[in-house]
């Protein structure tokens, strides 16, 4: 291959467009492409062998294909094997077995009917070492290794041409992060070994390519993260901690462009983590230090992670994506539009402002049904952007979707009309697995997310606990957060719109100064008041009924009395109602579980009196809890007439999730009492089961149904909590259930 020479910009301008013109042919139609729609969800335990134990940390994080588009092949790190998963059925896909391995696989790719293996056996960062493992799966039942390659170090991304004439390997000798902070450099360096792929495995012969002396920062370490080759045979390299991208000729295995990834100024970051997401921050001169890279037509495109903390202190971060030209030139830069997107959709991790933010990792592009798309994985907000870029140097953000936790391989695969995410976060303990996320294109409309906060103004939001409709107005809801977040404040909803929009938000605020509340439910009153249900540690954060009026001024506090508050527990106020009005306003609260002196499995709704300060009780029978969980109440809506609709839950998720139901109470005539009394029983009717709702997305069934509000119109209006983006995938179920009969 000729190398070629440097262009002027217009010059290059000129040559890009004649290259990007295929790609470019669909601009005018691309507001008709079609979406992608979630049909289901694989946890990867099931792949388990039958000896092993189901809360065995497994996972997936790099996924291929087989040629015929059947069989999914993933890596397992922790278990030092390859899982392989059957997606004949897309929609129901079913564990297909598993290859146990000599170390532990860092990347996986096909070329016909071999599956290429990139596995680290090193005995220590400083004695990298590591093989390419080939397997004929023509049987996918029973995989047979057909050969085992030397690679010289360890290695990491993997990636067949386009035309099948070569493997490129990144060989990392990653850096140990815990010798000298991590600082480079540490050697051995890295390189790039080129697998030339002309006849059986067993004859494949390899040659290396040098990347030392070519980044400004560490040139004598080079760190090579990911490869990914064009119809070419150009090898894109990113040299992550380096800030660096090499293009590589493959067939005469020569470095022919090189160029620093650059660094970002970005305006309107959350850079403190103080349990608030405030977008207010700047950052000025961050390095991308791309992770993953992907050729779109002839740009280059980077998911920015940042990884990196050099001697100065200095580290990159830059939060987005970039495309790059052949000659390293910026065409554009994401900045912080992806990273407010997340924001809008409730996906932020606040616990990573001081850190990376989302930290876009994975990336890839695809065609499909000529519509040209570009996909961007978030590690930390646990999501995949996907942009139209039927215009490449200039992407449109299509739409977003809901992935498992750490969204690590991003696999399209157009001939099917599927995308396959893998998410490698796994943890039995906290409840969250290793998932396959299976997505299929052709769906008329976005389905996710189905809340989100309005394009006018950023409204940073997540954790919804509590639910409310407008007492006065049609499509008009109101919903709380609990206490991830500082500032407690009431988000204003308009629910005529799909998805429902959070258009306003009011902050709480007590003798002028912000509060910082737990807050489980929310109610309205008739002349606009709220009455908000405050949980407390079952320490000395006590349960409290807030009453504020509609501008969020806290007008009183209302604690339990001390009889009452004795027999707390972790686990208080969850759901809030409101009924009547002046002296016969009575405010109804749901507690989530048993208190020290309730019976087993049943749980008390509270009775207020604001004009007496007296309280009266009665008590709820829970459903018995599944196996190692519990059962709790989570919401009380009140629908007139001395009927509420009760929310009652498992703390349970996923395959596990069994209790997610909607129940119709009648308080008519029971009369609640004090303390120290026999409460009486109240009855229960199966309003719905939720858990059929939960499942219908394809997803992992999420754990907090935390909120439900019935409008004037009876429509009724369910939502859940998505636990701030920690230790969850940060997806927000807003269902929307039709309408209930009074």
Request: charged share 25%.
């Amino acid at each position: 291959m000729r190398t070629p020479t440097r262009l002027t910009r217009t010059a290059l301008s000129t040559a890009l467009t004649l290259a990007l013109l295929p790609l470019a042919s669909q601009a005018a139609s691309s507001r008709a492409a079609a979406y992608f729609e979630r049909v289901a969800t694989f946890p990867v335990y099931r792949n388990l062998g039958a000896d092993e134990g189901v809360t065995k940390q497994t996972v997936a994080e790099i996924t291929a294909v087989s040629r015929d588009g059947r069989t999914l092949i993933y890596t397992d790190s922790p278990g030092e094997r390859i899982g392989l998963v059957d997606i004949q059925d897309p929609k129901s896909p079913k564990p297909a077995g598993f290859v146990k391995l000599e170390g532990e696989p860092t990347s996986v790719a096909v070329h016909h009917h071999f599956v290429l293996v990139a596995v680290n056996t090193s005995a220590s960062f400083a004695q990298p070492d590591g093989v390419l493992a080939v397997f004929d799966i023509r049987n996918p039942a029973q995989p047979k290794r057909v050969a085992t390659l030397p690679m010289g170090g360890q290695p990491d991304s993997i990636a067949v041409s386009p035309k099948g004439r070569y493997a490129a390997v990144v060989i990392e000798n990653e850096r140990d992060e815990d010798l000298n902070n991590g600082l480079l450099p540490q050697l051995p360096g890295g390189y790039l070994r080129i697998v030339d792929l002309k006849g059986q495995p067993s004859r494949w012969t390899t040659r290396d390519v040098s990347l030392t002396g070519l980044a400004e920062v560490a040139p004598e370490d080079p760190e090579p993260e990911y490869v990914s080759i064009n119809d070419q045979d150009v090898a894109a390299v990113t040299l992550q901690e380096n800030n660096h991208i090499v293009l590589v000729d493959l067939r005469s295995g020569r470095v022919i462009r090189h160029f620093s990834a650059g660094q970002v100024d970005l305006e309107g970051v959350d850079v403190e983590e103080n349990d608030r997401i405030e977008p207010v921050g700047v950052l000025k001169g961050k390095r991308r230090e791309p992770d993953s890279i992907a050729w779109l037509g002839a740009l280059l495109a980077t998911a920015n992670e940042g990884d990196y903390e050099d001697a100065n202190g200095e580290e990159g971060g830059s939060r987005g994506f970039t495309l790059f030209d052949y000659n390293g030139q910026v065409w554009h830069d994401a900045g912080v539009s992806m990273e407010h997107a997340f924001i809008r959709a409730g996906h932020y991790p606040e616990n990573r402002s001081e850190n990376k933010g989302i930290e876009p990792e994975g990336i890839a592009a695809g065609s499909f049904q000529k519509q040209d798309f570009l996909f961007v994985g978030s590690e930390r907000g646990n999501a995949v952007a996907v942009y139209d870029v039927a215009r490449p140097w200039a992407p449109v953000m299509h739409q977003l979707l809901p992935a498992g936790m750490g969204p690590e391989g991003i696999l399209p695969i157009p001939a099917r009309n599927l995308l396959v995410v893998s998410s490698e976060e796994d943890s039995a303990e906290d409840g969250y697995r290793s998932t396959i996320s299976i997505y299929q294109y052709g769906a008329r409309t976005a389905k996710y997310p189905e809340i989100r906060s309005s394009d006018s103004a950023l409204i940073p939001w997540g954790a919804l606990s509590g639910l409310v409709a407008d007492s006065t107005q049609d499509d008009r809801l109101y919903a709380v957060p609990d206490s991830y977040y500082k500032a407690s404040r009431i988000f204003h909803i308009d629910a005529s719109q799909t998805p429902a929009v959070i258009d306003g938000q009011t902050e709480l605020r007590k003798d002028g100064e912000t509060v910082n509340y737990d807050l489980e439910g929310i109610a309205q009153a008739n002349n606009g008041d709220f009455w908000l249900a405050s949980e407390g540690n079952g320490k000395a954060k006590p349960n409290l009924l807030i009453h504020a009026d509609s501008k969020g001024d806290v007008l009183a506090e209302y604690a339990l009395p001390k009889a009452v508050s004795a027999q707390r527990t972790s686990n208080g106020f969850e759901g809030v109602s409101v009924v009547g009005e002046g002296a016969s306003t009575r405010v109804y609260v749901a507690f989530q579980r048993e208190w020290k002196n309730d019976p087993a499995g049943k749980v008390r709704i509270g009775v207020f009196n604001p004009s007496s300060g007296e309280w009266g009780f009665v008590h709820y029978p829970l459903d018995p809890a599944v196996e190692g969980g519990w059962v709790g109440l989570s919401e009380l809506t009140s629908i007139g007439n001395g009927q509420f609709l009760v929310i009652e839950r498992d703390n349970q998720q996923g395959p596990a999730a069994q209790i997610k139901r909607l129940y119709r109470i009648d308080l008519t005539g029971v009369q609640p009492v004090a303390e120290g009394q026999s409460f009486p029983l109240v009855s229960k009717h199966l309003e719905r089961d939720l858990l059929p709702d939960l499942q219908s997305t394809g997803g992992w069934v999420l754990d907090k149904v935390e909120g439900a509000a019935v409008d004037k119109q009876g429509r009724l209006f369910v939502v859940t909590d998505n636990d701030g983006v920690e230790d969850a995938s940060g997806e927000t179920r807003f269902i929307r259930l039709g309408t209930i009969k009074r």
